[in-house]
């Protein structure tokens, strides 16, 4: 059959049309999605298919890899006059599944984009327009578009209620603004889709708006390793100076205007010596008080609420890794907490933490911000912690913010201040022999080894093995963090 452009396709020729040609001349080079990605793409088949409760009496075309006989069965269930869930049609080149088909009045249908994120973006107009171009082309009659989102404010008790679950938005008049550049975009995509060599596109914001682009390790691997991007915030500024043929930081010319923390990076790389502010590093260690208790959480976060009393996407922690340091040079002592998903993990968190953490001592985290606020939506659903969480949370101290103010920055970290670029700058240790090596891909194996019916005992042990490793290592990292820190603030 002629070539198609599906609805996802189009969305990657608006985004790169670059990207668009190696998905139809040599996909084998374009990087799988990684598992935080797949997860996500699950996520949002699992809201879709959560949203049909809405509308019982609907019916499910389904899915084959043949656009022509999706539509010809599409075309059948349009005369039944239901909702219609995931039916497809093709016109032209063009070729659409609809999330939602709603019957109106007459002959009339309301098309719905389900969507699993908390608001309506700018690239769900374009998808929804591809939509209505297609379905109208296909014979279909639209009288009004909608995008569903998640209802961030919905409180789950009990079963899930769909209809608060979600809001809705009438994108009507933005879609029709966007239908007539369709056509020509299209012819443009359809004439890059024919040629024998890649199109030549600059890289630029669109690499990463509205999503990563899978082409990055091909398209950005020409820059040296002191690339001008490993430059904190640099931004515009970094597209001017490419156009400008400047790719190393060392070839940036003293004309460029460059903020302080820049430049302290500029700094390291040129000496290799690491930028230390040891006054403030001192002052950062001598606000801690023994004994210390290095905390890290790992949590879920899913658009579908699991447990009652939570919000979607909010933080729930399932996990936590607690190290004991009593006196200073004292050995750490090591508390671990897995939950093995049966049951909302937040009262025995909160029970176990509230034992733990006692009454004096500094808790430290990296980014504490985030522990701070697990604990305090936990307690303010399971009171009872209410005021211990209050006595708590000034007994923080974020770990971060001496890498994030630039008091320390090794040139190692390549501009982040992320545990995962300090550790290995300050310690040489490192995630890369791990099972888990990241928050991500951790929530994705917790969710797989605690929900998934599919997933065998054995790997289940696997997992929560492997994501005992990775957290403890989180807080493991964090004394290992610390000692270099302290080591340099006696210095002074």
Request: aromatic share 10%; charged share 30%; proline share 5%.
């Amino acid at each position: 059959m002629a070539k198609v452009v599906s609805k996802s396709k189009y969305l990657n020729g608006r985004q790169c049309l670059k990207l668009l040609w190696y998905y139809y001349n040599q996909k084998k080079d374009i990087s799988p999605p990684d598992a935080a990605t797949r997860s996500v793409m699950e996520e949002g088949k699992r809201v879709g298919e959560f949203a049909q409760k809405l509308f019982p009496d609907g019916i499910k075309v389904g899915w084959e890899y043949d656009p022509e006989e999706v539509n010809r069965k599409s075309l059948l269930a349009v005369q039944k006059r239901k909702p219609l869930f995931e039916a497809g049609f093709l016109y032209k080149e063009a070729y659409a599944l609809a999330d939602i088909l709603v019957p109106a009045e007459e002959d009339l249908w309301d098309l719905i984009e389900v969507k699993s994120s908390t608001e309506v973006k700018k690239e769900h107009i374009s998808d929804v327009a591809f939509q209505k171009y297609t379905y109208t082309g296909a014979g279909l009659k639209i009288r009004k578009c909608y995008v569903m989102y998640i209802n961030r404010q919905y409180v789950r008790k009990g079963e899930i209620e769909a209809d608060k679950l979600f809001n809705s938005k009438d994108i009507s008049e933005d879609v029709e603004a966007l239908l007539p550049n369709i056509e020509s975009e299209l012819a443009e995509m359809l004439k890059v889709i024919d040629e024998q060599e890649a199109p030549s596109v600059k890289i630029g914001s669109q690499c990463f708006n509205p999503h990563n682009c899978p082409l990055e390790d091909i398209c950005w691997s020409f820059l040296p390793n002191d690339n001008i991007f490993l430059l904190n915030r640099l931004g515009r500024v970094g597209y001017d100076l490419l156009d400008r043929g400047i790719l190393k930081i060392s070839d940036i010319p003293a004309d460029v205007e460059l903020n302080e923390r820049q430049l302290i990076q500029i700094d390291c790389l040129k000496t290799g010596k690491t930028h230390i502010v040891r006054e403030n590093i001192k002052e950062f260690v001598d606000k801690l008080k023994y004994p210390l208790y290095f905390l890290d959480f790992e949590t879920l976060a899913p658009a579908i609420p699991i447990y009652d009393d939570t919000r979607p996407y909010e933080e729930v922690p399932f996990q936590y890794s607690l190290h004991i340091v009593r006196e200073k040079g004292g050995k750490p002592e090591h508390h671990p907490y897995l939950a093995d998903g049966s049951v909302d993990p937040r009262p025995e968190v909160l029970r176990k933490l509230s034992e733990m953490l006692g009454e004096s001592g500094t808790i430290v985290a990296y980014n504490a911000p985030y522990e701070i606020n697990c604990l305090k939506r936990a307690s303010d659903v399971y009171t009872d912690y209410k005021e211990w969480f209050e006595k708590t949370k000034d007994r923080f101290i974020d770990l971060l913010i001496p890498f994030k103010k630039y008091d320390y920055y090794n040139p190692a970290q390549e501009g982040s201040a992320s545990m995962k670029s300090v550790l290995p700058a300050l310690t040489g240790k490192n995630y890369n022999d791990l099972e888990i090596g990241n928050g991500n891909f951790a929530r994705v194996e917790y969710m797989r080894a605690a929900f998934d019916k599919n997933t065998t005992k054995e790997e289940k042990d696997k997992i929560f093995h492997a994501l005992e490793e990775y957290c403890e290592l989180d807080t493991k990292g964090m004394i290992y963090i610390l000692d270099v820190l302290v080591h340099e603030a006696e210095k002074g």
